[in-house]
C-alpha cells in the first residue's frame, strides 16, 4: 500500500519560490501518476498538475501555468512542485496524491498525503 508523504511549505514572501516534496513508500508508486492539489480556508480542493508515471506526460491548471512546474524523480519514489512568484493568494495547504490516470477530478486520486502548509505574505 502507497503512503504520501509532503514537505517543503513555509511562509514566504509575494515574488518567492518553494519547492514542495511527495516522497511514497512502496515500490508500485512508480507505476501511477501523481497530482498536486491545494486546499485555502472555505475553498474546495483544487487541482494544479498531474504527471504520468514516466514523468514524461504533464498537465497543469490554468492558474498555475507557467509559475508551477512538476517533476518526479521514481528512483527516490519522489514528485516534487517548484512554485516561482508566489502570490498571496497561493496561500493553501498543499496535497499530493497518486491516480490511475492523467486528470483534473479530485474525485478520481485515492491515495493522499496529509498536506504542508503554504503561507504567502504579501
Known amino acids: 500500500q502507497v503512503q504520501l508523504v509532503e514537505s517543503g511549505g513555509g511562509l514566504v514572501q509575494a515574488g518567492d519560490s518553494l519547492r514542495l516534496s511527495c516522497v511514497a513508500s512502496?515500490?508500485?508508486?512508480?507505476?501511477?501518476?501523481t497530482g498536486w492539489f491545494r486546499q485555502a480556508p472555505g475553498k474546495e480542493r483544487e487541482f494544479l498538475a498531474v504527471i504520468s508515471w514516466s514523468g514524461g506526460s504533464t498537465y497543469y491548471a490554468d492558474s498555475v501555468k507557467g509559475r508551477f512546474t512538476i517533476s518526479r524523480d521514481n528512483a527516490k519514489n519522489t514528485v516534487y512542485l517548484q512554485m516561482n512568484s508566489l502570490k498571496p493568494e497561493d496561500t493553501a495547504v498543499y496535497y499530493c496524491?497518486?491516480?490511475?490516470?492523467?486528470?483534473?477530478?479530485?474525485?478520481?486520486?485515492?491515495?493522499w498525503g496529509q498536506g504542508t502548509q503554504v503561507t504567502v505574505s504579501s
Open positions: 512502496g515500490r508500485t508508486f512508480r507505476r501511477y501518476v
Open positions: 496524491a497518486k491516480g490511475g490516470r492523467s486528470t483534473p477530478t479530485v474525485a478520481e486520486y485515492d491515495t
